[in-house]
């Protein structure tokens, strides 16, 4: 879903924009979402840097990076927030923050192995953010099963 971003637009919280900014590398890229949120809070917005890459496929940009030196197939999805003039921050929406967002996707043991890291901020009411704190993972788990029946069929 994060990877390819037509997924995002299957869901049944689309999000209201969605575009590639920018094709940094053939690895990352800069993307524009825009999430509609309901009256009487404004839209959010997220301007978002983001990189792929499989151990296998860009060996040395894990090594680059400093990566995992793991002898099994991984992919690594490292998103955050970034600026760029030509979107600034404009009083219509509130821009979200996305201080870390990764996810580790490993073969192991004849499966795949996920491994989820997220902190985000869209500046939302105290009683809004004190239901999505106490009830995040249960949403998280449920939503990423929603979208995957939405978008690949099944129970």
């Known amino acids: 879903m994060n990877r390819d971003l037509s997924y995002k637009l299957k869901g049944k919280t689309a999000p209201k924009q969605l575009k590639v900014v920018e094709k940094t590398s053939p690895y990352s890229d800069i993307v524009y979402t825009e999430v509609a949120f309901p009256f009487p809070m404004s839209n959010r917005e997220l301007l978002q840097k983001r990189l792929f890459v499989g151990n296998k496929e860009d060996p040395e940009v894990v090594k680059q990076l400093g990566l995992f030196d793991f002898t099994h197939r991984y992919y690594v999805t490292m998103i955050h927030s970034t600026e760029r003039a030509e979107y600034p921050i404009t009083k219509k929406v509130v821009r979200g923050v996305t201080p870390v967002n990764h996810t580790l996707l490993e073969e192991v043991d004849g499966g795949i192995k996920v491994t989820f890291l ?32 939405q978008s690949f069929g099944g129970k």
């Open 118 to 149: 997220t902190c985000q901020d869209l500046d939302l009411p105290k009683a809004a953010a004190k239901s999505l704190e106490d009830n995040m993972g249960v949403v998280v788990v449920l939503g990423l099963l929603d979208f995957y029946k």
